[in-house]
């Protein structure tokens, strides 16, 4: 079979699991993800390992937060990781219980932040009191490197885990997991990295060794594809770029990846969704067909 075939096959099975699936605690202090029974897949034995999917918010930058529910919805994924476009980072702990709250009770999962920015004291302390006042476990993050010993710290205060996103090649601080890896290693174990394969493929690197060298760490994942293995590589649908996305995904599942695959579609900021249920649509198919 060739890989145009391949691909082909995938994206029909994508396409007939996203069909079948398309029926399509609030500043408590317990920052742990629950425990959430993925639905069984249409022909995947029962037991078989299944990834947990999830947005990464920053796709929907252009709506309002009713609609990014609505559409994490309609595509059939279950996790939020949250940008501070939809919930400001000055916002008061009322505003963001009202927010975390009405992701719960769509039955969603707010399970990150990210990504937070953390150029001073100042800002790290306020994204971990954002981050315990939403109830999440996780921050998506880039604190300055200067700023690490104070992260590690709080880190132990809230038990709250942070993962270091890297943005490729015009970023100077991480442009690379292998980067922030270094700088991160010697600390607490719940710093670790939120690898975003598109920026790390756009660096040359292929997300499937980094995900298998730095298990140990890894939190969280941005999952996308991108048009070239270069800097000038941009976001595409699923399936149709240059990143072995069936690869990777039985890299995270051989290293027992127990973090959230979360979408990060950034094409078509105004009219995002076709693109992300296709890509949606595709990971599934590649889920299944495994």
Do not use: W
């Amino acid at each position: 079979m060739t890989e145009k075939q391949s691909r082909r096959k995938f994206l029909q099975t994508a396409t007939i699991t996203a069909a079948s699936m398309a029926g399509m605690d609030i500043c408590t202090g317990q920052n742990q993800i629950p425990a959430v029974k993925e639905p069984t897949q249409l022909g995947t034995p029962a037991d078989k390992k299944q990834l947990k999917l999830g947005l990464a918010s920053y796709t929907l930058r252009k709506f309002g937060l009713d609609e990014v529910v609505s559409m994490t919805k309609r595509v059939g994924i279950k996790y939020i990781c949250l940008k501070d476009v939809h919930l400001r980072m000055e916002s008061s702990p009322d505003e963001i219980k009202k927010a975390a709250a009405k992701i719960k009770d769509a039955g969603l999962e707010f399970y990150g932040c990210g990504v937070i920015y953390m150029n001073s004291e100042s800002e790290v302390n306020r994204a971990f009191e954002y981050a315990k006042c939403a109830g999440v476990a996780t921050i998506v993050g880039a604190p300055k490197p200067e700023l690490l010993k104070m992260v590690d710290e709080k880190v132990r205060e809230y038990n709250i885990r942070i993962a270091v996103h890297n943005h490729g090649p015009g970023d100077k601080i991480y442009p690379t997991s292998a980067v922030a890896y270094e700088k991160i290693k010697g600390l607490d174990e719940r710093i670790g990295l939120c690898m975003d394969v598109g920026h790390e493929q756009r660096a040359g690197i292929t997300p499937s060794e980094s995900a298998a060298k730095f298990a140990d760490r890894l939190l969280d994942v941005h999952i996308k594809d991108v048009s070239e293995a270069s800097e000038q590589g941009h976001t595409v649908e699923m399936g149709r770029g240059v990143i072995d996305i069936s690869g990777f995904i039985r890299t995270l599942l051989k290293t027992g990846y127990a973090g959230i695959v979360s979408f990060e579609y950034e094409k078509d900021e105004k009219d995002p969704l076709a693109g992300l249920a296709e890509s949606v649509g595709y990971v599934k198919g590649v889920l299944a067909a495994i």
